[in-house]
């Protein structure tokens, strides 16, 4: 379909554990984005802080906290709902992260629309 392009294998998504790190391009500008699995379904948001704009994981991938139940911004501590993306504790509370559409097809996590997946 016109639109999508491919992220990552499905396999390559563990339910609370790592994440996928991409760059898609919005506005002409790369933008760091990730994406990961939670409840059985993958969820993706751009990689920046509600707070401040740093990246989320702490070490590529890691975005989950220990428990693999919340994401948390390694920086200052911030806790998001993965499936929503809003932030529940710390600095940025109430403040939600920018989702990114994707979808999964064929064994594939596909981002959907937009100006795709950057090189």
Request: proline share 6%; aromatic share 8%; charged share 25%.
């Amino acid at each position: 379909m016109a639109g999508e392009q491919v992220i990552c294998r499905s396999d390559a998504l563990e339910e609370g554990g790592a994440g996928v790190r991409f760059s898609m391009v919005q506005a002409g500008e790369e933008v760091p984005a990730f994406v990961v699995r939670y409840a059985g379904e993958a969820h993706a948001y751009e990689n920046r802080c509600a707070h401040v704009p740093v990246q989320l994981d702490w070490e590529p991938g890691a975005f989950f906290d220990h428990s693999g139940l919340y994401l948390v911004c390694a920086t200052h501590g911030a806790t998001y709902e993965p499936e929503t993306g809003r932030c529940i504790a710390g600095p940025c509370k109430g403040r939600r992260l920018r989702k990114v559409p994707v979808a999964e097809r064929d064994g594939e996590v596909l981002l959907l629309g937009g100006e795709g997946v950057a090189p």
